[in-house]
C-alpha cells in the first residue's frame, strides 16, 4: 500500500507562485513514477506532470517554461513549483503514484485546492 497526502495549497494572485508537496509513506520503494494532475470545477481530471525514478520529466503543454516537479528520494515527497500562475490554473490538484507492482497500480491522494485570481 501507498498513501499520498498533498499540501501547499491557496489562493495566490495572477503572476505569483506556489509550491505543492506529495509526501508519500508506505511501499515507497515499489513507486516508479509519480505525477501531478488537476480537476477544475466542471471539468475532466487532466494530467499536468510526471517523473519518473530515473528523473526524466513530461509536462503538458499549458504549463512548459511555468511548472517544475522534482522528487526527494531521501523524504519520499514530490513537489510541483508553480510560478507565473493564472486564472486557469484554478483547480483540485492531485497526486499520483505508479507502482511497479504485478499488476501495477496508481494511488491517489485527497487533492489540494490551488485559486488564481485574476
Known amino acids: 500500500q501507498v498513501q499520498l497526502v498533498e499540501s501547499g495549497g491557496g489562493l495566490v494572485q495572477a503572476g505569483g507562485s506556489l509550491r505543492l508537496s506529495c509526501a508519500a509513506s508506505?511501499?515507497?520503494?515499489?513507486?516508479?513514477?509519480m505525477a501531478w494532475y488537476r480537476q477544475a470545477s466542471g471539468k475532466q481530471r487532466e494530467f499536468v506532470a510526471r517523473?519518473?525514478?530515473?528523473?526524466?520529466?513530461q509536462y503538458v503543454d499549458s504549463v512548459k517554461g511555468r511548472f517544475t516537479i522534482s522528487r526527494d528520494d531521501a523524504t519520499n515527497t514530490a513537489y510541483l513549483q508553480m510560478n507565473s500562475l493564472k486564472p486557469e490554473d484554478t483547480a483540485v490538484y492531485f497526486c499520483?503514484?505508479?507502482?511497479?507492482?504485478?499488476?501495477?497500480?496508481?494511488?491517489w491522494g485527497q487533492g489540494t485546492q490551488v485559486t488564481v485570481s485574476s
Open positions: 499520483d503514484a505508479h507502482t511497479t507492482w504485478m499488476p501495477p497500480r496508481d494511488y
Open positions: 517523473i519518473i525514478s530515473g528523473g526524466s520529466t
Open positions: 508506505g511501499s515507497t520503494s515499489s513507486i516508479a513514477t
